[in-house]
């Protein structure tokens, strides 16, 4: 086999090596981040739950408070 046949092996090789890493460290990337975005959202859920048990109990203490006045 000739050497310049050899060479052109051991570059696709070598790249194809290569490209399948950067794939690999990528896609791990992306799901860290999705996760760490989830985890976020999670939280704002909880926050917007809350917030809405609040209103309701406020709006209840609001009723409350106008019985009493009359």
């Known amino acids: 086999m000739p050497t310049e046949v050899m060479i052109a ?12 890493i ?5 896609s791990k990337l992306i799901d860290y981040r999705l996760g760490a975005i989830e985890r976020k959202l999670d ?3 909880k926050l917007i739950d809350r917030m809405y048990a609040i209103e ?3 709006e209840v ?6 019985d009493a006045v009359k």
């Open 9 to 20: 092996l051991i570059g696709l090789g070598g790249s194809a090596i290569g490209s399948l």
């Open 22 to 26: 950067g794939i690999f460290a990528n």
């Open 43 to 45: 939280e704002h859920n």
């Open 56 to 58: 309701k109990r406020v």
């Open 61 to 66: 203490l609001e009723v409350k408070v106008e």
